[in-house]
């Protein structure tokens, strides 16, 4: 394959960072005198930015959008304090990334993820050797908006047949599906292989070492 370009997902992708999202839920919904949840239960609420994971992890019964509102804005606050912890790289992207970048492939970071704090974890648990790191501006681009992906292959001057988008999830799937490009599903994330394979990824992999061997 002539790969000139790979935009990764983030969390569930390059890092698992499941225990500090859910600590700092869990935080925020101890303060407001709601139910926590299990690190597993939070597997099932992320993919589509925070404030669809607040109403998640909220009982059905909370409405006021006010109420809604500050628990959204506690999460952020304590989520930014707290979001590199626990967060760690997953066994061999490190080489994985190395490998791409001796190649001279250029990487890119696009997550659903708020922007700042997509950009804090890149900055603290990976290597500088990103550009751009784009988390989430507005809840209109969010993935599977294919939007930012086809601005960061303009950016950076990639040919979308020439381009992959790896990631963990359905929405990243159907993300690089809309962008026209050809997608690679990653099993060590947060979803099911039985649930990526339903949306029919280009590719599905296992470790990372299977991405070099699909590229090179």
Not at 22 to 41: C, G, I, Q, R, W
Not at 144 to 166: A, M, Q, R
Not at 176 to 202: H, M, R, Y
Request: proline share 4%.
């Amino acid at each position: 394959m002539d790969i000139k370009g790979i935009i990764f997902d983030l969390d569930g992708t390059l890092v698992n960072s499941i225990e500090d999202i859910a600590d700092s839920m869990n935080a925020v919904l101890e303060a407001f005198h709601y139910p926590t949840h299990s690190y597993a239960k939070y597997t099932t609420f992320i993919g589509s930015g925070i404030r669809n994971l607040v109403l998640k992890a909220l009982p059905k019964t909370v409405n006021s959008k006010v109420e809604i509102g500050q628990i959204f804005a506690a999460m952020l606050s304590h989520y930014k304090d707290n979001c590199t912890h626990k967060t760690f790289v997953y066994e061999g992207i490190l080489g994985l990334l190395d490998r791409l970048a001796a190649k001279d492939i250029k990487l890119a970071i696009l997550s659903n993820k708020a922007d700042a704090l997509t950009k804090k974890v890149a900055r603290e648990k990976l290597p500088a050797i990103f550009e751009p790191v784009v988390g989430l501006t507005t809840e209109k681009l969010k993935k599977p908006n294919p939007e930012v992906v086809l601005k960061i292959c303009k950016k950076l001057d990639l040919p979308l047949k020439n381009t992959l988008y790896v990631g963990d999830s359905v929405i990243d799937i159907e993300t690089a599906k809309n962008a026209g490009l050809k997608s690679i599903a990653v099993c060590w994330g947060f979803q099911s292989k039985e649930a990526l394979l339903a949306k029919t990824p280009d590719y599905i992999i296992s470790s990372p070492q299977e991405l070099l061997d699909i590229i090179f």
